[in-house]
Structures are given as C-alpha cells and as structure tokens.
T-cell receptor, first 109, second 118 residues
Framework: GQQVMQIPQYQHVQEGEDFTTYCNSSTTLSNIQWYKQRPGGHPVFLIQLVKSGEVKKQKRLTFQFGEAKKNSSLHITATQTTDVGTYFCAGPGTGKLIFGQGTTLQVKP | GAVVSQHPSRVICKSGTSVKIECRSLDFQATTMFWYRQFPKKSLMLMATSNEGSKATYEQGVEKDKFLINHASLTLSTLTVTSAHPEDSSFYIC??????????????FGPGTRLTVT
C-alpha cells in the first residue's frame, strides 16, 4: 500500500543550528502537507504544497516539494527552543491522509 | 480558524469498563472525522474514518466491535472503547475535515484524550 517515509526519526541540535527533515512517498502525490506537534499537544497544520518543485517559506521554515512530487523537505534555519516538537508530513490517500512517522526535534539552549 | 474539541481530555477507568470519547467540530461542519491512536514518541496510527450518517471505515487490524464509532451529526463523532484493558491505554486524537474543503485534505485535530486503563 501507499507509504510515506520520513527521516530522521530524531534530531538533536544546538540552538541556532539548522534542521532538515525529509519525506518520501512510495507514490506520486497530488499534494503534501506538514504538521507540527508540540510535546504534550496535538498536530497543527503548517502548510500544504501542491505544485511540482514548489517552495514556500514561513519565517525561518522553508518547505519544498520535489519535482517528481514524491518527496518533500522542511528546513528550519537557526533553530530556536520554540521549534521543539515532532514534524509530520502527510500525503493524501483514499479519503484519508497518510502520515509519515514524524521527526522529533530537540533543541539545546 | 477551525476548532475541534475533544472530551474528556483525560480519563482513568478500570479494566472491563467502557469509555466514550467525544469529538466536536465547533465552527464548521465535518462530514468526515478521523480517529487516531498515538503511543509515546510514536507516529499517528489511523484507527478509523468516521462518516456522518454511515458506518465507519476501520483500518486493518482495528477491532470494530471494540472501538465503536458513531458519527451522528455533522459536528459530532464519538469513539467508545468497550471492555477496556490496560493495553488500550493510549493517547486518542480525533481530526475533522471541513466539508467545504473539497479536494483539500487539511485536517483539524482535537487536543486528544489520554486514556489510562488500570
């Protein structure tokens, strides 16, 4: 069945360092979404990418959708302690979203 | 923005009892709601898709007789964990899609329910 893989599973960085999480789908996606879950919280929608090669920015976060629409990345520049949490990518399945395993980011102050 | 509530936020129950969790879309109508289970430091595991006015669609390996889902209205879905056992202890999260979203699958998540079965 359709799978969405995400790496790395965990990432520890020093505050101020950059961070990137990668998402790969077994099938071509019509769109890809990214969610953030803070510790003890619930997933919150961040962004959706639709076009091949699309790049979107939200302040220090840069989201990219691959040319083949099978992979995506989230890059955070100069991490802050507020960036701590688990980042999930998700692609549309049949009537549902298929979530990646998530990348948990820890930021050392 | 779209808000989804869940009740209760935490529940502790004894083994063998049943627990009902409510998921409500507060400011939009949701023809489809989703129920997830999340273990500590793990990803979201989709349990079932709840459709208003029809039977839920369960994912492979999820017991429909144990996890009863009712989507009685466009703003309410309930998950009942029947005859709960300690292994059912988990974080249960619901999400909802705005029925006007069409092909846009953005989901709004509830705050989750922490179930502990003793």
């Amino acid at each position: 069945g359709q799978q969405v893989m995400q790496i790395p599973q965990y990432q520890h960085v020093q505050e101020g360092e950059d961070f990137t999480t990668y998402c790969n789908s077994s099938t071509t996606l019509s769109n890809i979404q990214w969610y953030k879950q803070r510790p003890g919280g619930h997933p919150v929608f961040l962004i959706q990418l639709v076009k091949s090669g699309e790049v979107k920015k939200q302040k220090r976060l840069t989201f990219q959708f691959g040319e083949a629409k099978k992979n995506s990345s989230l890059h955070i520049t100069a991490t802050q302690t507020t960036d701590v949490g688990t980042y999930f990518c998700a692609g549309p399945g049949t009537g549902k979203l298929i979530f990646g395993q998530g990348t948990t980011l820890q930021v050392k102050p | 923005g779209a808000v989804v509530s869940q009740h209760p936020s935490r529940v502790i129950c004894k083994s063998g009892t049943s627990v009902k969790i409510e998921c409500r879309s507060l400011d939009f109508q949701a023809t489809t709601m989703f129920w997830y289970r999340q273990f500590p430091k793990k990803s979201l595991m989709l349990m079932a898709t709840s459709n208003e006015g029809s039977k839920a669609t369960y994912e492979q390996g999820v017991e429909k007789d144990k996890f009863l889902i009712n989507h009685a209205s466009l703003t309410l879905s309930t998950l009942t964990v029947t005859s709960a056992h300690p292994e059912d202890s988990s974080f249960y999260i619901c999400s909802a899609r705005d029925h006007r979203a069409g092909g846009f699958y953005e989901q709004y998540f509830g705050p989750g329910t922490r179930l502990t079965v003793t």
